[in-house]
């Protein structure tokens, strides 16, 4: 890390710490599982210290509690006024960590807005060809949606 400023240390180390990866920084890559590897590519990413974040599928090969801490360690990217773009094909987790939602189908959006909004049950058929329940959760305003199969035809 020589030829970085003490600033760039910092915000390398504070973005190993946010993203759990200080105890294996050191070690070789080749032996990192796939979610230890994406973690990884989280860190590399909030350590550029950019003002917006473009993140594909940033929970693939992550167990459920590594996955939530990431979905809330980007919401907090968020609320600190960074602009941050996800996609994320687990529509449970798009919805329960997204402010604004966009639902695509081969390249055409087919729906906007909060996940209330985006996230129904007509949309969901159009965009995925499946069939589910919408429900509305007690605890928070994302919907929660349980499938009933994929549609025929």
Known sequence: MSGLSARDRDIIAQACVETGITDFIDRDHSVFSG????????????????????????????????????????????????????????????????????????????????PKEALRKDILAAAYGIDVEIWDDPFSAAPVIVSRGVLKG
């Open 35 to 114: 979610g230890q590897r994406q973690r990884v590519k989280l860190a590399l990413a909030l350590a550029q210290d950019t003002p917006v974040h473009l993140l594909d599928e940033p929970t693939t090969f992550l167990d459920p509690a590594h996955a939530i801490s990431v979905l809330e360690l980007v919401r907090k990217q968020a609320r600190a006024g960074k602009t941050v773009v996800v996609v994320l094909h687990d529509l449970m987790l798009a919805g329960q960590y997204s402010d604004t939602m966009v639902v695509m189908n081969n390249g055409e959006v087919i729906a906007r807005g909060t």
